[in-house]
């Protein structure tokens, strides 16, 4: 076998691999041999077909066959021989020139990563505490979900619930389907376009009200988007909302005995408990952004590509479930496309500084992030069984642990500043 490798930009490559014609007519004839004790044809006996006449019927085929054989058994030897490592799929392209099998493997390889400065990252790491007022708003949260409506025979305003019949029509086409009949919309609640809620304020029940709105430039119906509306709206009823007081029945709803200074302490640890959490994640980001901006790598367009595809996949599902057609999502791949490089370039990175550095995984970890995991499960010990019952769910949980431990690991020999953030700026989840 003969190697040749072309560099044909900084990532890509182009292998050629040359196998000897008498190594071809050596499998070809092993194979037609085995293939003459098999084959029936008119004439002859079983086993007693003439390699000629074997050769003559079956030869392309077995050659098909043997090159096929030849680039699987060729292609990993010539890389390991070269010290190339590939990033993703050969393109294979066979050649008919000269005796003997000849093909040319075309790949992209990993980037050569240098780690210079990975110890000395300027990362701020955000500061937060649970304060009385963030109980408070939660507290607050937990009454309005179970608010009660009452009609009133008054106009309508900010936070109440009106019941609606409209219609709605744009450049001349109705496209709400005739009119929309006992429709509820709480005042202020944004679950209309903007303005549309605006103009429900003031109206009694038995109103009528005609206006125009625009939808949003990003709405999700092309044929609406950015373009200017007429809605027709007939008021049916308006409710005014109560909140329930913080009594025993209150706290109880919620799985807790006791008093409100019970209640309250519940909802402290909770909220720490997600702050802690969320807090995690914004100084693992800020090391990501860090990392990001210092190690500069170029990607290959084959994992980049493939990062693409499982980024989209969801979108995909959800589109099969709601029977959409493919092209109905306008899904652009420049749209995912920086964000893929970002991944991609982290994860090359991250795990080059696994290996550099023989970062290994923590089991104690392991197991005490699944038992996390699992406490706000009834059963929180069949849960962790699932996990250690599947290597590839356990796997999972290894991978996720060990990027953690690497995070840790370069927060540890980084240049750190704290930041205070207030609750609810850390709870954030763009922030």
Do not use: C
Not at 268 to 284: C, F, W
Not at 285 to 298: F, G, P, R, W
Request: avoid cysteine; glycine fraction near 6%; proline fraction near 3%.
């Amino acid at each position: 076998m003969q190697v040749s490798v072309e560099k044909t930009s900084e990532l890509s490559r182009k292998m050629t691999v040359s196998v000897p014609e008498e190594v071809v007519q050596e499998k070809m004839a092993a194979r037609l041999k085995s293939l003459a004790r098999e084959v029936k044809i008119d004439g002859f006996r079983p086993g007693k077909v003439p390699q000629h006449v074997i050769k003559k019927m079956y030869g392309d085929r077995v050659r098909g066959e043997i090159a096929g054989d030849l680039v699987e058994t060729t292609y990993y030897k010539a890389l390991e021989e070269n010290d190339l490592r590939p990033a993703g799929y050969p393109h294979i392209h066979p050649s008919d020139e000269g005796e003997g099998f000849k093909y040319t493997a075309e790949f992209e390889v990993y980037p050569e990563i240098s780690l210079e400065g990975v110890e000395k990252l300027e990362v701020s790491r955000p500061v937060a505490v649970v304060q009385d007022v963030d109980v408070d708003d939660m507290i607050e949260k937990l009454r309005a979900q179970k608010k009660t409506w009452a009609v009133v025979e008054r106009a309508s305003q900010e936070q109440d619930r009106v019941t609606i019949s409209f219609s709605g029509e744009s450049e001349g086409e109705n496209f709400t389907d005739g009119k929309v009949e006992n429709y509820k919309v709480e005042i202020g609640a944004k679950q209309m376009i903007p303005g549309f809620e605006d103009n429900l304020i003031g109206l009694k029940a038995g109103d009528s009200k005609s206006f125009e709105v625009s939808f949003p430039e990003e709405y999700g119906n092309e044929k609406l988007a950015g373009k200017a509306a007429k809605f027709d709206v007939e008021m049916t009823s308006v409710e005014e909302s109560t909140l329930p007081e913080i009594d025993e029945a209150f706290i109880k709803a919620y799985g807790i005995e006791g008093s409100t200074d019970t209640f309250r302490e519940d909802i402290r640890s909770n909220l720490e408990s997600e702050l802690e959490q969320a807090l995690r994640n914004k100084l693992k980001n800020s090391v990501m952004n860090a990392l990001y901006e210092k190690i500069q790598i170029t990607v290959p367009n084959a994992l980049v590509d493939l990062e693409i595809e499982s980024m989209m996949k969801p979108y995909i599902e959800t589109a099969k479930r709601q029977k959409m057609k493919l092209e109905d999502l306008k899904l652009p791949r420049d749209a995912f496309e920086e964000q893929a490089k970002r991944r991609v370039a982290l994860g090359l990175i991250l795990s080059e500084i696994i290996h550099k550095n023989e970062i290994k995984v923590d089991d104690n970890k392991v197991r005490s992030t699944i038992e996390d995991m699992a406490k706000s499960y009834e059963r929180p010990s069949d849960v962790v069984e699932w996990y250690y019952s599947d290597k590839t769910r356990l796997n999972d949980v290894k991978q996720m642990v060990l990027e953690n431990q690497t995070i840790e690991w370069l927060v540890e020999r980084a240049k750190v500043s704290d930041e205070t953030v207030s609750f609810s700026d850390a709870m954030n989840k763009q922030g």
